[in-house]
């Protein structure tokens, strides 16, 4: 998807803090947070939502991201969120789960 904002962060074409990434999945702190730590997690391939979502070994590498950027972040306790359609608040047609806390147990990396 070529006018994609996320594809284009995957991509390196628009900069990022990126917080993680395997060959599945890519985390960044959001632009805007919400919390002390709001991260995305994104797959790398252009999904549009949850509910195109098929392919479950991308699901499993999503929570698997989700977990890593807590424990990069230092947090235990979070808050996961996932919009899906704008009338539920999904600004980009592209899936992503913000990992959201306000209780950091450990200073950021």
Do not use: W
């Not at 702190?29 to 195109?52: G, M, Q, Y």
């Not at 947090?75 to 996961?80: F, W």
């Not at 047609?93 to 950091?104: G, R």
């Amino acid at each position: 998807m070529t006018d994609c904002i996320f594809c284009k962060i995957i991509n390196g074409e628009i900069p990022s803090k990126k917080v993680y990434e395997n060959d599945f999945v890519f985390a960044f702190d959001d632009i805007n947070p919400k919390a002390k730590v709001h991260t995305l997690v994104v797959p790398k391939v252009h999904v549009e939502s949850l509910n195109e979502l098929e392919d479950e070994k991308i699901m499993a590498e999503i929570l698997k991201g989700v977990k890593e950027v807590a424990k990069i972040k230092g947090v235990k306790s979070y808050r996961l969120q996932v919009n899906t359609g704008k009338a539920e608040g999904q600004e980009v047609m592209h899936l992503h789960f913000h990992v959201l806390s306000n209780t950091v147990e450990r200073k950021e990396n």
